[in-house]
């Protein structure tokens, strides 16, 4: 009889797919979670002249090269200030390794994971493969997370709490006090704060901060040049700790991957080091887009918590209008597909050019006209 582990059992093939393969052809995809640019030329030269000069023909160090891990470093330090040694970083299979290694590194079974809801998808499911039980707490009504609320939900079991701005689903941004009391309550209950911030960089009003700036000894950082850079076929991200922490993740990345991709390694020390003016022209660009949505929902009568970062946009919609929308060849996701608590909400993500994200917004406007 085949058999197949419990932990593979609870989980299953996001919900996100299904929506794309229920959509036509000529639909216009607002559910992709991904920037429509191309990556820096600096970053493809990097790793072709790396691959010409057979510097990517055998493994690396497991933990990435000596020179990524710097250019990691510097980044903690340009974006963070804080100093950061490289050998307390491990290069990733994008922030997903990350997010993995993490888990997996530091949930016993039966051990409470505290995951925003709604919420990216793979913090419930890493944390059941881990043995985990997930524990969704609901956002505030404005859609970012409360640090009372994650407060709450300690128990004697609580392994870690997921934290993650700017967010996936909901293009939130948490402010520096929501963030410094991440890092205290980590600190008081010496519980791990996982803070996951691979949108950094994509946020339009304020400033990102990170628990790692108030607090090193229970933060762990996952990020990755997927958004950044535009990176996401790259695969390439990284996870920052203690080296306590650091040496443990390390033991679960070198038997599952041994290291990350060497051709991704030079294209991701090249695009961290190098000219930052591409992140720059993409967040200006993803806010204009997140202008037009957010004019577009209001017209359409939907109400959206104004999302601060990334590039997503979140409203509350009546029932039936997603499917309306995808009968109608515009593809949004359900926010039920991020949490319970996503229920009665909508992800648009608008990575999108302008002029298929107006015609979209019209027929968004029409859908909710015929289910209201
Ligand atoms: C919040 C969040 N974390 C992590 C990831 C994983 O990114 P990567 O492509 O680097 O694995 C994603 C991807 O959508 C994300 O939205």
């Known amino acids: 009889m085949t058999q197949f582990s419990d932990r593979v059992e609870a989980i299953s093939i996001s919900g996100i797919r299904e929506v794309f393969e229920a959509a036509g ?29 057979g510097r990517t023909d055998g493994y690396t160090s497991n933990k ?77 009504e404005d859609l970012t997370i409360d640090p009372a609320t994650v407060e709450e939900h300690l128990t004697d079991d609580t392994a870690a709490f997921v934290v993650n701005s700017p967010a996936n689903p909901t293009g939130t941004v948490a402010s520096e006090d929501d963030v410094r009391e991440f890092a205290r309550i980590a600190d008081e209950h010496d519980v791990l704060c996982i803070s996951d911030e691979v949108y950094e960089h994509f946020v339009f009003e304020g400033e990102h901060y990170s628990p790692i700036e108030y607090e090193r000894e229970n933060v762990v950082v996952v990020n990755a040049c997927s958004k950044a850079y535009s990176m996401t076929g790259w695969r390439l991200g990284w996870v920052t700790g203690t080296n306590e922490r650091i040496e443990r993740m390390l033991r679960v990345h070198q038997y599952a991957q041994a290291c990350a991709s060497a051709p991704a390694q030079f294209a991701a020390e090249a695009a961290l080091s190098g000219p930052q003016d591409v992140v720059d022209e993409m967040r200006e660009s993803f806010e204009r887009r997140r202008d037009v949505v957010l004019d577009g929902l209001a017209e359409a009568g939907l109400e959206c918590p104004t999302p601060h970062g990334a590039f997503y946009a979140m409203p509350e919609v009546p029932e039936g209008f997603v499917d309306e929308c995808i009968e109608r060849g515009v593809v949004i996701v359900p926010g039920e597909a991020f949490g319970a608590h996503g229920a009665g909400y909508a992800r648009i993500s608008y990575a999108t050019a302008e002029e298929d994200l107006r015609e979209a917004l019209d027929i968004m406007q029409d859908a909710a006209a015929a289910v209201r």
């Open 64 to 140: 990435g090269t000596l020179e990524l891990r710097e250019a990691i470093a510097a980044k903690h330090d340009r974006d963070q200030g804080v100093t950061v040694d490289p050998t307390d970083v491990v290069a990733t299979s994008g922030g997903s390794e990350a997010l993995h290694l993490a888990l997996e590194a530091h949930v016993q079974p039966g051990d409470e994971v505290i995951i925003p809801d709604p919420g990216f998808v793979s913090y419930d499911a890493l944390t059941k493969l881990a043995g985990g039980e997930p524990v969704p707490i609901p956002l505030r």
């Open 25 to 53: 052809e000529d639909a216009i995809n607002l559910g992709l979670g991904q920037p429509d640019f191309p990556t820096p030329a600096h970053a493809k030269e990097a790793a072709i002249e790396a691959i010409r000069d």
